[in-house]
């Protein structure tokens, strides 16, 4: 029987780190993957990835995706597409159907990184055509570049239903409003900020009453819920939609742990028991990524590289010191993660009202998916001062400091850890150069200047949309409620290489505007709202 | 092992709802409704509802519906979730054509 | 501790159990089911719900014939629940001259007992099924055999006798029996609870091998891993029992599916398996086997593969019946993987021993005692694979 | 419909434009992307009618976990169209119930 160092199950951000690190070592590595592609969600995610550096930070899903595939191939991995792994056997054997024929790989360790599907929900009609999950919209849009729909109600409000709400409006679909039972915005609040601006609408203590439609979705009721998520009567609201997109959570896919007989545990979906090493209760048998407990990409990254090194000491290929040298390396990385009012431990926690440092969190934030006008003002990275300076609208701890890097005349700073709020410092100067603009993977940095002539003044945005508007072009500027508040004129647009499709936009607003105005839209499209 | 479980223990009448008609297995088209009525026929467990009604025995094998369905008879049995035992996962874990499941090949 | 009382405590809720508790409930009895796992989750639940009188053993034809005959084509309407059982004749193919003569033995055992099984050659099996592959030369046709849906039935004598006011309880492992001077009284469980009959039906599969050694009842048996794969659904092709000698056994089941089963030679030796895990050659061998057959099969999509424990006895026949050296225990252990079809007769057999009267069908060969001296065996030898379950 | 610019994609790696049918039409579609977005783009959403309420359903996961997007593709039914590469001259069928396969269609 053909037999690897390493079997690892998945080719995701998980599973190819893993591969990756294994293969460093020496070990003859395996992957498996049930796609014709490697990179699991990894060429889904078209944003730019929050974290550190070390992190791979503002880099896009994909582009990563290629790195590591590059990197695997390059060290010699074998990475078997097409791949379905049908089921792990004792002692340490998988059996994959591949090439139209059923096969046993012997292994001395295997990696399972199979990674995470979509919750759903059932309501009256979500059984039509036009009723699917955020993810799946995601794959038709990102991977094979179909629009999933043009009308669309995003039915849950964490990270994914507010990133795939914005990455339908980048594909050209309309998103009419975001729906989510709990009261409050789930995901990080400048995803939300990101979708607001445009005008999409949150609903919050809400959720759907029905898809209509006879042949496929061509309304939507939601309604308003208490508590207890029971529907209020007299509170129902139609929506014209074609589609509806299911962001309601992931559940790990671990059924080849529990076939392998794994003892498993409840976190937010059956995942096998690990210890820190990724190790599950079968000798041998690694978890690593989201089917060992939801997580970002950036983090399944680390526990692939983790659940690697534990496989390449058991086998022998590193020593103990290397081990714990490797080990703690990745530890530290993943706690930096780790941390804030998103970290595992406070997932669901409806309780936080204050930030890490002591300010009160954006009620409007978290109620309406954007910052009041006065809420704004309150927080370290928005200051009022002559000249250009960036505003910086990251109001929440997230895992998250490429624009510390980004500035290179230090005007912005970020306390200890990487999620402390970043700060602007009034002392230094800004060059206006717009790199944080652009770096920024929450795009929630602007460049302000709140009078660069007689009662008018600047705002520098990111803006990743088609069509780029035009030097001299007149529109409308939006707040962040995303209605229209002034007329805008664009004074300038940079593209650069490096800023990677995050366009800068530069409009002249009114002076009072300034702190106001966040998005823009053509007088076209703006008349179409 | 599973708890033990007094099956003559009083769960309450079936109370019907307005959405027992809403489809819960989409392979096998099984509603709300029969999933709580099972339970109310005294079958307390992921497998034996499964079994009974045929939820999560289609060509996903209860990859789309099984959360949803351990939510519904937890809550008929006035339980949590966590407390009710996942049907035994099986492979083959996506369907495989019988021709080439039988199709044994050794790579080396 | 107190114990808890009924008038019979049955032990096993798989069909057996619970078609003795439901028979004793119409009587009035008060019934208590111990299930150390969940309803009916061993044997009952795990087959190819075949309702075979054809290719048994000619101890327990009778069983199964009684049955065939005076059970299964009745239940659906008893039990308020339709157990999907169609009397749709079972087809066993052979490949060569020694199936031939198989088939001939069983055609003289089944002509004892006024079972018309006819053996089918070369053509005619072609145009009579014409999803039969050519690499089948011959083949033994029994109308009077049939299927039934094992899920149904064994839940659905559960939940008719869960109606009657049988108590069943869960989770409730029965690790002893305790005698009140020479009788079988009581059932000692896991949990420390006690419970207490008149009369005690133990009807435990392979795991209760070691409940009856605590009254020193020891069955010959050994615990047998089978496996069953299970394909997508497909319009009706056929609505028989399908049995093959290359060991493969099973049906298209009511909703479309086909369940088969075999054996890929290797069970014996897999007692050690995690009870979760079915094997990575099994399924592989049952598809291969049952594709030759049948190749249509070939196109479908398997969705699931599963394994079960079965209660192999020596002779491959189950020990059925009062156990008289142990006043007021009755006993079905070690049916051997083909103990469904006659399930509910074997439950209804123990609720009439255990109400103190006679048998309705002859099981006077299953009997314990036929362990007890070498010379009583009737024969001890390795049946071939072929025809042995469901 | 396809996207035909995309503000951060450069391009979608697919084969060559091919031609396949539906339900006897002739569409067009890139060699080598499922199925499934094939007729997505076409405007198609209706994969199949299921057996018992006939009730509409199309693409649901995408991934080939939920098969509920299947359809007979040629000539077999309960096809996961959302994984199943298309090919020129590939044969779709809207699935009624557990649909049939070529040899029972006589």
């Not at chain 1, 370290?380 to 929440?396: A, K, N």
């Not at chain 1, 920024?440 to 508007?469: H, K």
């Given at each position: 029987?053909?037999?690897?160092?390493?079997?690892?199950i998945?080719?995701g951000?998980?599973?190819?780190?893993?591969?990756?690190?294994?293969?460093?070592?020496?070990?003859?590595?395996?992957?498996?993957?049930?796609?014709?592609?490697?990179?699991?969600?990894?060429?889904?995610?078209?944003?730019?990835?929050?974290?550190?550096?070390?992190?791979?930070?503002?880099?896009?899903?994909?582009?990563?995706?290629?790195?590591?595939?590059?990197?695997?191939?390059?060290?010699?991995?074998?990475?078997h597409?097409?791949?379905v792994?049908?089921?792990?056997?004792?002692?340490?054997?998988?059996?994959?159907?591949?090439?139209?024929?059923?096969?046993?790989?012997?292994?001395?360790?295997?990696?399972?990184?199979?990674?995470?599907?979509?919750?759903?929900?059932?309501?009256?009609?979500?059984?039509?055509?036009?009723?699917?999950?955020?993810?799946?919209?995601?794959?038709?849009?990102?991977?094979?570049?179909?629009?999933?729909?043009?009308?669309?109600?995003?039915?849950?409000?964490?990270n994914?239903?507010?990133?795939?709400?914005?990455?339908?409006?980048?594909?050209?679909?309309?998103?009419?409003?975001?729906?989510?039972?709990?009261?409050?915005?789930?995901?990080?609040?400048?995803?939300?900020?990101?979708?607001?601006?445009?005008?999409?609408?949150?609903?919050?203590?809400?959720?759907?009453?029905?898809?209509?439609?006879?042949?496929?979705?061509?309304?939507?009721?939601?309604?308003?819920?208490?508590?207890?998520?029971n529907?209020?009567?007299?509170?129902?609201?139609?929506?014209?939609?074609?589609?509806?997109?299911?962001?309601?959570?992931?559940?790990?896919?671990?059924?080849?742990?529990?076939?392998?007989?794994?003892?498993?545990?409840?976190?937010?979906?059956l995942?096998?028991?690990?210890?820190?090493?990724?190790?599950?209760?079968?000798?041998?048998?690694?978890?690593?990524?989201?089917?060992?407990?939801?997580?970002?990409?950036?983090?399944?990254?680390?526990?692939?590289?983790?659940?690697?090194?534990?496989?390449?000491?058991?086998?022998?290929?590193?020593?103990?010191?290397?081990?714990?040298?490797?080990?703690?390396?990745?530890?530290?990385?993943?706690?930096?993660?780790?941390?804030?009012?998103?970290?595992?431990?406070?997932?669901?926690?409806?309780?936080?009202?204050?930030?890490?440092?002591?300010?009160?969190?954006?009620?409007?934030?978290?109620?309406?998916?954007?910052?009041?006008?006065?809420?704004?003002?309150?927080f370290?990275?928005?200051?009022?001062?002559?000249?250009?300076?960036?505003?910086?609208?990251?109001?929440?701890n997230?895992?998250?400091?490429?624009?510390q890097?980004?500035?290179?005349?230090?005007?912005?700073?970020?306390?200890?850890?990487?999620?402390?709020?970043?700060?602007?410092?009034?002392?230094?100067?800004?060059?206006?150069?717009?790199?944080?603009?652009?770096?920024?993977?929450?795009?929630?940095?602007?460049?302000?200047?709140?009078?660069?002539?007689?009662?008018?003044?600047?705002?520098?945005?990111?803006?990743?949309?088609?069509?780029?508007?035009?030097?001299?072009?007149?529109?409308?500027?939006?707040?962040?409620?995303?209605?229209?508040?002034?007329?805008?004129?664009?004074?300038?647009?940079?593209?650069?290489?490096?800023?990677?499709?995050?366009?800068?936009?530069?409009?002249?607003?009114?002076?009072?505007?300034?702190?106001?105005?966040?998005?823009?839209?053509?007088?076209?499209?703006?008349?179409?709202? | 092992?599973?708890?033990?479980?007094?099956?003559?223990?009083?769960?309450?009448?079936?109370?019907?709802?307005?959405?027992?008609?809403?489809?819960?297995?989409?392979?096998?088209?099984?509603?709300?409704?029969?999933?709580?009525?099972?339970?109310?026929?005294?079958?307390?467990?992921?497998?034996?509802?499964?079994?009974?009604?045929?939820?999560?025995?289609?060509?996903?094998?209860?990859?789309?519906?099984?959360?949803?369905?351990k939510?519904?008879?937890?809550?008929?049995?006035?339980?949590?979730?966590?407390?009710?035992?996942?049907?035994?996962?099986?492979?083959?874990?996506?369907?495989?054509?019988?021709?080439?499941?039988?199709?044994?090949?050794?790579?080396? | 501790?107190?114990?808890?009382?009924?008038?019979?405590?049955?032990?096993?809720?798989?069909?057996?159990?619970?078609?003795?508790?439901?028979?004793?409930?119409?009587?009035g009895?008060?019934?208590?089911?111990?299930?150390?796992?969940?309803?009916?989750?061993?044997g009952?639940?795990?087959?190819?719900?075949?309702?075979?009188?054809?290719?048994?053993?000619?101890?327990?034809?009778?069983?199964?014939?009684?049955?065939?005959?005076?059970?299964?084509?009745?239940?659906?309407d008893?039990l308020g629940?339709?157990?999907?059982?169609?009397?749709?004749?079972?087809?066993?193919?052979?490949?060569?001259?020694?199936?031939k003569?198989?088939?001939?033995?069983?055609?003289?055992?089944?002509?004892?007992?006024?079972?018309?099984?006819?053996?089918?050659?070369?053509?005619?099996?072609?145009?009579?099924?014409?999803?039969?592959?050519?690499?089948?030369?011959?083949?033994?046709?029994?109308?009077?055999?049939?299927?039934?849906?094992?899920?149904?039935?064994?839940?659905?004598?559960?939940?008719?006798?869960?109606?009657?006011?049988?108590?069943?309880?869960?989770?409730?492992?029965?690790?002893?029996?305790?005698?009140?001077?020479?009788?079988?009284?009581?059932?000692?469980?896991?949990?420390?609870?006690?419970?207490?009959?008149?009369?005690?039906?133990?009807?435990?599969?392979?795991?209760?091998?070691?409940?009856?050694?605590?009254?020193?009842?020891?069955?010959p048996?050994?615990?047998?891993?089978?496996?069953?794969?299970?394909?997508?659904?497909?319009?009706?092709?056929?609505?028989h029992?399908?049995?093959?000698?290359?060991?493969?056994?099973?049906?298209?089941?009511?909703?479309?599916?086909?369940?088969?089963?075999?054996?890929?030679?290797?069970?014996?030796?897999?007692?050690?398996?995690?009870?979760?895990?079915?094997?990575?050659?099994?399924?592989?061998?049952?598809?291969?086997?049952?594709?030759?057959?049948?190749?249509?099969?070939?196109?479908?999509?398997?969705?699931?593969?599963?394994?079960?424990?079965?209660?192999?006895?020596?002779d491959?026949?189950?020990?059925?019946?009062?156990?008289?050296?142990?006043?007021?225990?009755?006993?079905?252990?070690?049916?051997s993987?083909?103990?469904?079809?006659?399930?509910?007769?074997?439950?209804?057999?123990?609720s009439?021993?255990?109400?103190?009267?006679?048998?309705?069908?002859?099981?006077?060969?299953?009997?314990?005692?036929?362990?007890?001296?070498?010379?009583?065996?009737?024969?001890?030898k390795?049946?071939?694979?072929?025809?042995?379950?469901? | 419909?396809?996207?035909?610019?995309?503000?951060?994609?450069?391009?979608?790696?697919?084969?060559?434009?091919?031609?396949?049918?539906?339900?006897?039409?002739?569409?067009?579609?890139?060699?080598?992307?499922?199925?499934?977005?094939a007729?997505?783009?076409?405007?198609?959403?209706?994969?199949?009618?299921?057996?018992?309420?006939?009730?509409?359903?199309?693409?649901?996961?995408?991934?080939?976990?939920?098969?509920?997007?299947?359809?007979?593709?040629?000539?077999k039914?309960?096809?996961?169209?959302?994984?199943?590469?298309?090919?020129?001259?590939?044969?779709?069928?809207?699935?009624?119930?557990?649909?049939?396969?070529?040899?029972?269609?006589?």
């Open positions: 029987m053909r037999r690897y160092n390493l079997c690892v998945g080719a951000p998980a599973g190819l780190s893993a591969a990756i690190e294994a293969a460093k070592t020496g070990m003859s590595v395996g992957v498996f993957d049930e796609n014709q592609k490697a990179g699991g969600q990894l060429f889904k995610q078209i944003h730019k990835f929050f974290g550190s550096r070390e992190h791979k930070a503002s880099i896009r899903g994909f582009n990563i995706g290629y790195e590591l595939l590059t990197e695997a191939k390059a060290l010699g991995v074998d990475v597409l097409d791949s792994v049908i089921g792990i056997y004792d002692p340490l054997r998988i059996t994959v159907c591949e090439d139209g024929c059923i096969t046993n790989y012997a292994a001395d360790n295997i990696v399972v990184a199979t990674g995470a599907s979509e919750n759903t929900v059932p309501f009256e009609g979500w059984d039509l055509p036009g009723v699917l999950g955020a993810g799946a919209a995601q794959t038709m849009m990102n991977l094979h570049g179909v629009q999933p729909g043009e009308k669309i109600i995003m039915l849950g409000s964490g994914v239903g507010l990133v795939v709400g914005f990455q339908l409006l980048q594909a050209g679909c309309k998103v009419e409003a975001v729906v989510d039972a709990l009261p409050h915005v789930g995901g990080y609040g400048v995803h939300a900020s990101k979708l607001a601006r445009t005008g999409v609408p949150f609903y919050l203590s809400h959720s759907i009453v029905r898809a209509e439609g006879e042949d496929h979705v061509t309304g939507v009721v939601i309604a308003q819920v208490d508590s207890h998520f529907f209020l009567p007299g509170t129902e609201k139609h929506f014209d939609a074609d589609t509806v997109c299911l962001a309601v959570g992931l559940n790990p896919m671990s059924q080849l742990t529990r076939m392998a007989g794994c003892e498993m545990v409840n976190k937010g979906g995942v096998p028991k690990t210890d820190k090493y990724g190790a599950t209760t079968i000798d041998g048998l690694f978890a690593a990524g989201d089917v060992a407990g939801i997580e970002e990409a950036s983090s399944a990254m680390i526990t692939g590289r983790i659940a690697a090194l534990s496989a390449a000491k058991r086998s022998g290929f590193i020593d103990e010191k290397q081990f714990e040298d490797g080990y703690n390396e990745n530890h530290s990385s993943i706690l930096k993660l780790r941390k804030g009012m998103f970290a595992p431990e406070n997932r669901g926690r409806m309780d936080i009202t204050k930030t890490d440092e002591g300010y009160p969190l954006s009620v409007s934030l978290l109620e309406n998916g954007f910052v009041s006008d006065t809420e704004i003002r309150t370290p990275g928005v200051i009022s001062e002559e000249g250009v300076h960036p505003v910086i609208e990251c109001t929440q997230i895992p998250c400091d490429p624009c890097e980004a500035c290179r005349v230090g005007c912005i700073k970020i306390g200890e850890g990487i999620t402390s709020l970043p700060q602007v410092n009034a002392d230094k100067k800004c060059v206006n150069c717009g790199r944080c603009v652009a770096v920024c993977p929450g795009q929630a940095i602007f460049l302000v200047d709140e009078e660069t002539e007689n009662g008018f003044g600047t705002v520098t945005m990111p803006y990743e949309f088609l069509p780029l508007p035009q030097k001299g072009d007149i529109g409308v500027g939006l707040d962040r409620a995303g209605k229209a508040v002034c007329t805008a004129e664009v004074t300038d647009v940079k593209s650069r290489k490096e800023f990677d499709h995050t366009n800068l936009l530069t409009v002249k607003v009114p002076s009072e505007m300034v702190m106001k105005v966040r998005f823009y839209k053509g007088k076209e499209a703006a008349k179409h709202e | 092992m599973s708890e033990i479980m007094d099956r003559s223990k009083d769960i309450g009448e079936f109370i019907p709802r307005p959405d027992d008609d809403v489809i819960i297995c989409r392979c096998e088209e099984i509603t709300r409704g029969e999933i709580r009525k099972a339970v109310h026929m005294g079958l307390w467990t992921m497998t034996e509802v499964k079994r009974y009604l045929r939820c999560g025995m289609g060509l996903c094998q209860g990859q789309t519906c099984s959360k949803t369905v939510v519904i008879i937890a809550s008929e049995l006035g339980i949590k979730p966590q407390e009710l035992e996942e049907c035994t996962a099986r492979p083959p874990v996506r369907p495989i054509e019988l021709g080439i499941f039988g199709n044994e090949v050794e790579k080396l | 501790m107190s114990s808890i009382k009924a008038d019979v405590i049955v032990i096993g809720s798989g069909i057996v159990g619970s078609s003795a508790a439901y028979n004793l409930a119409k009587e009895r008060k019934v208590i089911v111990l299930e150390k796992d969940m309803i009916g989750n061993g009952s639940c795990r087959n190819g719900g075949g309702v075979r009188i054809s290719g048994r053993d000619p101890r327990e034809i009778q069983l199964c014939a009684y049955a065939a005959k005076n059970i299964w084509p009745q239940l659906s008893e629940i339709d157990v999907e059982y169609k009397k749709s004749g079972y087809l066993f193919m052979g490949y060569e001259p020694a199936h003569k198989m088939m001939q033995e069983r055609v003289e055992v089944c002509s004892k007992y006024n079972i018309k099984m006819k053996i089918i050659e070369g053509d005619d099996i072609y145009k009579r099924f014409p999803y039969v592959s050519k690499h089948v030369t011959v083949a033994g046709w029994t109308q009077d055999d049939g299927v039934a849906n094992p899920l149904k039935a064994t839940l659905g004598y559960y939940i008719a006798a869960r109606r009657l006011g049988v108590r069943y309880i869960t989770g409730e492992e029965a690790v002893k029996i305790i005698k009140i001077k020479d009788d079988a009284r009581q059932v000692l469980c896991a949990s420390g609870n006690i419970y207490e009959g008149d009369a005690i039906i133990a009807a435990p599969g392979y795991f209760g091998k070691d409940l009856l050694k605590t009254v020193g009842i020891d069955v048996m050994q615990k047998k891993l089978n496996e069953i794969i299970v394909t997508e659904r497909a319009p009706k092709m056929f609505d029992m399908i049995g093959g000698a290359s060991g493969h056994y099973g049906q298209q089941t009511e909703n479309g599916s086909f369940v088969f089963g075999s054996g890929s030679g290797r069970e014996l030796f897999l007692f050690d398996k995690n009870e979760k895990t079915s094997t990575e050659q099994s399924p592989s061998f049952i598809c291969n086997t049952l594709g030759i057959d049948i190749p249509f099969i070939k196109e479908l999509k398997v969705v699931r593969t599963w394994s079960g424990w079965l209660d192999r006895c020596i491959l026949v189950p020990v059925i019946g009062k156990i008289e050296e142990v006043p007021g225990l009755y006993v079905s252990i070690g049916s993987g083909h103990g469904f079809g006659p399930g509910p007769a074997v439950g209804r057999v123990l009439e021993l255990a109400c103190g009267r006679q048998s309705p069908v002859d099981i006077s060969k299953l009997h314990y005692d036929r362990f007890d001296y070498v010379y009583k065996q009737d024969r001890y390795e049946a071939t694979v072929g025809g042995s379950f469901g | 419909m396809r996207i035909k610019e995309h503000p951060i994609i450069d391009s979608y790696d697919k084969g060559a434009l091919i031609e396949f049918t539906c339900d006897g039409k002739k569409l067009n579609g890139y060699e080598g992307e499922p199925v499934a977005a007729l997505e783009a076409n405007g198609i959403k209706i994969h199949r009618y299921t057996r018992k309420r006939h009730s509409p359903r199309g693409i649901f996961c995408a991934i080939g976990r939920c098969t509920d997007c299947v359809m007979e593709v040629d000539g039914p309960n096809v996961r169209t959302c994984v199943t590469p298309l090919k020129a001259g590939m044969t779709v069928k809207t699935q009624y119930g557990d649909g049939q396969r070529e040899a029972e269609k006589e």
